[in-house]
């Protein structure tokens, strides 16, 4: 199949490397100059376990290649996948569809032949009814069908997930999308993975529920953590006596300062307001919206309790600043609110990083440290914000020499109390009876 990847972020990257590692041939197409000239020289905009390598083999291969001009790719594909931003928009919190919308209107002027236009986006109830109108009004001769093919793929793991995915999804109005999209996915359908048919609509509606779920189970652990804190219960006892139960589950029941990324704040914030939209309002995930963005500043004011109640012109180390470990992603971080809601306290905050310092230096002003040591060099609480693995087993010995104060707080839950105490530290945990 001949397949153009229309924008080369995240998704779309991904997704292009994966599909021509399949044998497909693809073309991934994006506006920023730069990115595609970076990209054609191996070099990946983004930091994702395993994308490197695969990116190489492909474009090796000449199955995968980078161009920024659309519309020589388009009228030679036989599928067309829209996979830009969809951005929250600002003021109101919906989708911004801006260039999904501009996307489709170039698309429609340069396809040729039978095309299959297919949604990789995250994007509203109705966005494939809307892009199918903008193709149609751009070129009324045009031959094409709109799929939707909502991504599932977690930041760290993304490969994994393509190529071994729980289900795909695809939501067509038009019966000749069917098996075009049946010989996209081949080698997955060869696998046994599942593929659900649906209408576009509820391919649609798919993505938004299952992320907004997730969200709420995590906002579900957090409250009970704070709950357990209260009550002397252990919420990873907790936990695992309830994700032990198979219609529970036990993914996405651990409790820490929030969820962040990409994903989910976007997510669950547009579906909040297509609900409201359609007079059909979701009020459990408007109260997961507002808990989680409390929280992030709670976990500030947790650090600032652990540290005495006064943080004003004491150190504080931050280890890890990405929303989860194996991404460089800082987008709707924890550790942004936490960090500025300590520095409005009076802190001097130094932090450090695996992958993220870069992005994270675009959008908190701290001192940036090379090593969990050096952040710690000094400090006043050391708190441990983001679970990689480079931070499971810290030296505390070393890091209770090099500290102005033994003050450690676990917002992650990696280590246990007897473990971290007989050391000489204060330790802190989430949803336990601790400090």
Not at 54 to 66: D, Q
Not at 114 to 140: A, H, Q
Request: with cysteine; hydrophobic share 40%.
């Amino acid at each position: 199949m001949r397949i153009v990847m229309v924008g080369s972020g995240y998704v779309g990257l991904v997704s292009g490397a994966c599909f021509a590692d399949f044998g497909h041939k693809v073309i991934c197409v994006d506006k920023a100059e730069e990115k595609i000239e970076a990209l054609k020289q191996g070099i990946i905009p983004i930091f994702e376990p395993g994308l490197d390598a695969l990116v190489e083999t492909n474009v090796k291969a000449g199955r995968l290649s980078f161009t920024t001009e659309l519309a020589p790719a388009v009228a030679e594909a036989d599928v067309v996948f829209i996979a830009v931003g969809t951005p929250s928009r600002r003021g109101d919190g919906h989708a911004d569809l801006g260039y999904v919308y501009a996307a489709s209107k170039e698309i429609a002027e340069a396809m040729k032949g039978f095309t299959v236009v297919v949604t990789k986006s995250t994007v509203p109830v109705g966005t494939g009814d809307e892009v199918e109108r903008i193709i149609r009004e751009s070129n009324p001769d045009a031959d094409f069908a709109v799929v939707s093919n909502p991504e599932f793929l977690r930041e760290g793991a993304a490969i994994e997930d393509f190529k071994r995915p729980d289900r795909i999804v695809v939501g067509i109005s038009d019966e000749r999308a069917r098996p075009v999209m049946n010989e996209v996915y081949r080698p997955l359908y060869l696998n046994q993975a599942p593929i659900l048919y649906t209408s576009r609509r509820t391919s649609e509606l798919i993505k938004y529920a299952a992320n907004a779920f997730l969200a709420m189970k995590i906002t579900f652990i957090n409250e009970i953590a704070d709950l357990c804190e209260r009550v002397g219960a252990d919420v990873q006892d907790v936990s695992r006596g309830i994700g032990l139960d198979g219609r529970i589950g036990s993914k996405f029941l651990h409790a820490g300062p929030g969820y962040g990324g990409s994903c989910f704040p976007k997510d669950t914030l547009a579906l909040a307001k297509t609900a409201q939209d359609y007079e059909s309002p979701v009020r459990l995930i408007e109260t997961t919206i507002a808990i989680n963005d409390n929280r992030k500043r709670a976990m500030g004011r947790k650090v600032i309790a652990a540290a005495g109640g006064d943080v004003r012109g004491k150190k504080v180390a931050v280890f890890g600043l990405t929303f989860k470990p194996n991404t460089d992603d800082m987008r709707d971080s924890p550790a942004i609110a936490i960090v500025q809601t300590l520095k409005d306290a009076g802190a001097i905050v130094a932090g450090y990083d695996p992958e993220g310092m870069d992005n994270a230096r675009q959008m908190m002003e701290i001192d940036f440290a090379t090593d969990p040591y050096e952040a710690a060099e000094g400090a006043d609480v050391a708190v441990l914000v983001t679970e990689w693995n480079e931070f499971r087993a810290l030296d505390l010995d070393r890091l209770k020499t090099i500290m102005a104060t033994p003050v450690f707080v676990d917002l992650r839950n990696v280590y246990r109390a007897h473990e971290v105490e007989p050391h000489g530290f204060t330790y802190h945990s989430i949803g336990k009876n601790s400090g």
